[in-house]
């Protein structure tokens, strides 16, 4: 499977706002579900949010649900992921992924070992 490139990390203030780019061919993007991913310092990798094969389904964790907003651009050929009234709890390096199957994000959670091509990651910091 493809790559996928992430970008729009960076420093933020706690309360502020950052949007995250997820970004491959269109082929590849509005095939599978997109899942991302986020992985603290000293922690496992977490499920952040998914979004699935023609938007049917959209799962978000509990620790982002209400601050954080995943959604296809179709133009663009992205997955962005909108991160709004973060804290410092929210720095972490974050990840984008396709499933195997389009198949495995659902309203109910996505799991790392269901997404595969992982990209390098964009570093996101919330700090004062």
């Given at each position: 499977?493809?790559?996928?490139?992430?970008?729009?990390?960076?420093?933020?203030?706690?309360?502020?706002?950052?949007?995250?780019?997820?970004?491959?061919?269109?082929?590849?993007?509005?095939?599978?579900?997109?899942g991302?991913?986020r992985?603290?310092?000293?922690?496992?990798?977490?499920?952040?949010?998914?979004?699935?094969?023609?938007?049917?389904?959209?799962?978000?964790?509990?620790?982002?649900?209400?601050?954080?907003?995943i959604?296809?651009?179709?133009?663009?050929?992205?997955?962005?992921?909108?991160?709004?009234?973060?804290?410092?709890?929210?720095?972490?390096?974050?990840?984008?992924?396709?499933?195997?199957?389009?198949?495995?994000?659902?309203?109910?959670?996505?799991?790392?070992?269901?997404?595969?091509?992982?990209?390098?990651g964009?570093?996101?910091?919330?700090?004062?």
């Open positions: 499977q493809e790559q996928l490139v992430e970008s729009g990390g960076g420093l933020a203030q706690p309360g502020g706002s950052l949007r995250l780019s997820c970004e491959g061919s269109e082929e590849n993007l509005n095939s599978y579900d997109i991302w991913f992985q603290a310092p000293g922690k496992e990798r977490e499920a952040v949010a998914c979004i699935s094969v023609n938007d049917r389904s959209i799962y978000y964790a509990d620790s982002v649900k209400g601050r954080f907003t959604s296809r651009d179709y133009a663009k050929n992205t997955v962005n992921l909108q991160m709004s009234n973060l804290n410092p709890e929210d720095t972490a390096v974050y990840h984008c992924a396709t499933d195997w199957a389009p198949y495995y994000c659902t309203a109910y959670g996505a799991r790392e070992p269901d997404f595969g091509s992982w990209g390098q964009t570093q996101v910091t919330v700090s004062s």
